[in-house]
């Protein structure tokens, strides 16, 4: 009797641990969000909940432009307007701010995986992400957006590396639970690096939703730590502006500095211009990486003069 139960024991445990080992393949195959991935996994940076994370190299240029509703030029492969120290090449059907706010969402609902991995999301829970309600309408549009993310092939050149390949390597839904299979180039890494791309207040500038150029010049200006003066007619230029007429797009700027400042002072962000000539002056809040980086700027012995 006493042998039988021992049997029985074993076989027991036989079976807990084969049960464990199971649930530990599974794991490791299928991590479940947010759970910690091993080292030599690649994944992009765990940036907090109210931010988004944007490449320096795209705010700074007119990858994603400031444009005017309406059919979209095809760019069948140009250097786009970017800053000194980036350059962008792009082939594929322009790209707007809202483009911008689909690839920071599936950027947000990827951070928490393996980059490269495909990442399941439902219709619903992306535009949730971008504070928009579920409709038929708006599915549609972001049916239509990811198509363009996903339609296009971009050279960008951002420090010492130039990433080639697509905004979205791959999507699939299924139509009838609207679940999205989503793929971003693992190879995309390198520009998320410590100090080649910013995390965007959201709440900002998900208020300044439907001004291209406020959400643009936001992101932009966002982007650097310390601002230095730009012209007006550089701004519009990244910004890809295709107002011809200058009078025009400097009453538009202003107008859309005017959100940006509104915008910023709601939710607690500095940020204030002044338009001196042809010179537009910034004064900003740095954030917390940006604030590091000006006091390690500040902490270097510079070279005697003469």
């Not at 036989?14 to 080992?21: F, I, L, N, S, V």
């Not at 207040?201 to 406020?214: F, K, N, P, T």
Request: glycine share 8%; net charge positive; charged share 30%.
């Amino acid at each position: 009797m006493a042998t039988k139960k021992l049997d029985d024991l074993l076989a027991r445990m036989g079976e807990m641990q084969e049960k464990a080992r199971q649930r530990a393949e599974r794991e490791k195959r299928d991590p479940l969000p947010g759970a910690p991935l091993s080292k030599n996994v690649v994944q992009l940076p765990l940036w907090p909940e109210p931010v988004r994370a944007v490449p320096n190299g795209f705010l700074r240029s007119a990858l994603f432009g400031a444009i005017a509703k309406g059919r979209r030029r095809y760019i069948n492969g140009e250097d786009l307007a970017a800053v000194d120290g980036v350059t962008i090449r792009y082939k594929g059907e322009r790209l707007d701010q809202g483009d911008l706010d689909v690839w920071e969402s599936v950027l947000h609902a990827v951070r928490l995986q393996e980059l490269g991995s495909q990442c399941r999301v439902t219709s619903y829970a992306l535009l949730k992400l971008m504070g928009k309600t579920d409709t038929g309408k708006n599915r549609t549009t972001l049916h239509n957006r990811i198509e363009r993310l996903v339609a296009n092939a971009v050279t960008v050149k951002q420090g010492r590396y130039t990433y080639i390949g697509g905004l979205i390597r791959f999507a699939a839904k299924d139509e009838e639970t609207q679940e999205w299979v989503i793929e971003l180039d693992e190879k995309l890494r390198p520009l998320f690096a410590g100090d080649q791309f910013t995390q965007v207040e959201w709440g900002v500038r998900h208020a300044l939703d439907g001004s291209q150029l406020a959400q643009w010049l936001h992101g932009f200006y966002a982007s650097h730590a310390k601002p230095f003066p730009f012209k007006v007619e550089t701004l519009l230029k990244l910004a890809g502006s295709e107002n011809d007429n200058p009078s025009s797009g400097r009453q538009k700027l202003r107008k859309a500095l005017d959100a940006v400042a509104e915008a910023s002072a709601a939710h607690g962000e500095g940020f204030s211009y002044e338009i001196r000539g042809d010179l537009v002056h910034i004064e900003k809040k740095a954030q917390g990486a940006q604030r590091r980086h000006l006091a390690k700027k500040a902490a270097k012995p510079r070279k005697p003069r003469g």
